[in-house]
């Protein structure tokens, strides 16, 4: 495994957002879920998608605290522009675990 600085650490902006719209993707390759997450006033609303539909409906991720990188750059997703990257880790049978805070915390709040 390489080895980065802080600096380097510092460079990727991981945010806490709130989920304020979701909805099924069904143009996605693989079954996707877009959503729309509340970055708060500094950031703002980002979209996205994210393969999550082994544990996620697009009801239950409204009003959940996500964690996403807000600086990389947009990226076309089929027909959808996705401008976050929304962080997860595979499960046992490779489906995605959402990562998100245990406590609420204040919307664009960054990871230290």
Known sequence: MAEITFDDFMKVDIRVGRVVRAEPFPEARKPAIK???DFGPEIGE???S???TAHYT???LVGRQVMGVVNFPPRQIGPFMSEVLVLGLHDADGGVVLISPDHD???GERMC
């Open 58 to 60: 697009p009801e239950a």
């Open 35 to 37: 959503m729309w997450i």
């Open 46 to 48: 980002r979209k996205t």
């Open 105 to 107: 915390v204040a919307a």
């Open 50 to 52: 994210a393969q999550i």
